[in-house]
């Protein structure tokens, strides 16, 4: 299983950035995909989920902003930000996870993209 995000980058505030998600070896279209965030000294955060059938869920800090969607013809998923603002400002991951028993599951993460948001 490998996942790529890529689209992050240095944006001034107010400004949109798309990230991407590439994702190999799952069954893509039956996988929730999430993305997190990160800045130093902090633990991730879950900013969105995407659910299978395309339904999502956001983080309230970015309700309104941020806009989380899947081509399951490509495997990819995506993440559109807009109206940034510097608070934004993290390395974003990609996530998902595949069952490996009844109760059991193991998670893969993007490499992780920088997003950096100026004012």
């Known amino acids: 299983v490998q996942l790529q995000a890529s689209g992050g980058g240095l944006v001034q505030a107010g400004g949109s950035l798309r990230l991407s998600c590439a994702a190999s070896?799952?069954?893509?279209?039956?996988?929730?995909m999430n993305w997190y965030r990160q800045v130093p000294g902090k633990p991730r955060e879950l900013v969105a989920s995407?659910?299978?059938?395309?339904?999502?869920n956001y983080t309230e800090a970015v309700k309104g902003r941020f806009t989380a969607s899947r081509d399951n013809a490509r495997n990819t998923a995506y993440l559109q930000m807009d109206r940034l603002q510097p608070e934004d400002t993290a390395v974003y991951y990609c996530?998902?996870?595949?069952?490996?028993?009844?109760?059991?599951?193991?998670?893969?993460w993007g490499q992780g993209t920088q997003v950096t948001v100026s004012s």
């Open positions: 996530h998902t996870w595949i069952m490996t028993g009844w109760t059991t599951k193991r998670d893969y």
């Open positions: 070896g799952i069954n893509f279209a039956s996988n929730r």
């Open positions: 995407l659910m299978s059938g395309g339904s999502s």
